[in-house]
């Protein structure tokens, strides 16, 4: 085999070891793109279960202070509602935590 034969043999198992790497390359970052929007998802509903509870201090304060009533429970309309929105989104939360642990790196 001549000089330039091994040298053409050599380019042509480098060109197929990089598009091996390079479809590794590419699977890898589709699959840590998905784990990055599934923890950025999940970061975003607990911003939104935060802002859920201070709306339901508030209306409890509102409750006490404003319209002076003696007490307010999980059947006030107001704090019925926000526990139905609490309930939702920490139902979505476990859905997309249980998503992400079953989409383990690669």
């Not at 198992?13 to 929007?37: H, N, P, Y």
């Not at 139905?84 to 939360?93: F, G, N, S, V, Y």
């Amino acid at each position: 085999m001549s000089f330039s034969d091994r040298m053409k043999d050599l380019l042509d198992q480098g060109w197929a070891v990089s598009k091996e790497f390079a479809a590794k390359a590419g699977a890898k970052a589709q699959d840590l793109g998905e784990r990055g929007i599934l923890m950025l998802e999940i970061k975003q509903l607990d911003g939104q279960a935060q802002k859920l509870l201070g709306r339901m201090g508030n209306e409890a304060y509102v409750a006490f202070v404003e319209r002076d009533q003696s007490s307010i429970d999980r059947d006030t309309p107001e704090i019925k509602a926000i526990l139905q929105e609490l309930a939702i989104i920490r139902e979505t939360i476990e859905k997309k935590e249980i998503e992400l642990k079953n989409r383990k790196p690669t």
